[in-house]
């Protein structure tokens, strides 16, 4: 006979869209002032500070004074968390980690990227260290901040390789196979899981 009880994902799901229902609320009386802002042409808005020329058919090399477009934290302090976006109009943002690159691909606007679409992805595998395709790889959704020691509290983990992915689930109870995703599966509830304090 089949489980009646609720997944673990399925019960996870459930408190994140709360949460993020609950933030949204929240926050809705301060943002009144920002009404139509989401219409605003580039042309016609700040954008970010942090943004960089990116080719969008390679990566970028991370420099120095570049910035997290998320938390602003230095990404060379990081390399082996390390990520950045191409944009289709040569624009890029540099991250310090997955869990900010997640929060920018969902809410580009909110931190001042341009209203372009994504070119390219490239993140930095936790096994080698080597800077991979971010479309490619796989993400083990990381949540207990007590077994990472990520920069900003918690960060997904990434692997080129998905077996490694699942191995890495497969460590704690409190994980699964359905904690593995690719990158086009990133939603604002995923993405607050990393950085729901940002957005």
């Known amino acids: 006979m089949a489980d009646p009880r609720p997944s673990k994902r399925w019960r996870r799901r459930r408190v994140l869209a709360a949460v993020g229902v609950g933030s949204l609320v929240g926050v809705a009386g301060c943002v009144g002032d920002d ?3 989401d219409d605003v042409a580039d042309d016609e808005r700040e954008l970010s500070p942090h943004l960089v020329d990116h080719p969008g058919d390679e990566p970028k090399e991370f420099e120095s004074d570049h910035r997290c477009g998320v938390c602003t934290m230095g990404v060379t302090d990081y390399s082996e968390r390390n990520a950045q976006l191409a ?3 040569g624009d890029g943002m540099m ?3 997955p869990g900010c690159l997640f929060a920018y691909s969902v809410a580009t606007e909110h931190f001042d990227g341009p209203d372009s679409d994504v070119a390219g992805v490239w993140v930095t595998d936790f096994d080698t260290g080597d800077l991979i395709d971010g479309f490619e790889a796989y993400y083990a959704l990381e949540h207990d ?6 920069p900003m509290g918690v960060d997904p983990r990434v692997y080129e390789d ?3 992915a699942v191995e890495y689930v497969e460590e704690y109870d ?5 904690d593995v995703i690719t990158f086009s599966e990133v939603d604002e509830d995923i993405a607050r899981i990393y950085r729901s304090s940002r957005f």
Not at 145 to 150: L, N, Q, S, T
Not at 174 to 178: A, K, P, Q, V
Request: proline share 0%; hydrophobic share 20%.
């Open 145 to 150: 901040e007590i077994r990472g020691d990520d």
């Open 174 to 178: 409190d994980l699964d196979e359905d």
């Open 35 to 37: 009404e139509g802002q």
């Open 95 to 97: 991250f310090c980690s």
């Open 87 to 89: 944009h289709e109009n």
């Open 162 to 164: 998905e077996a490694l």
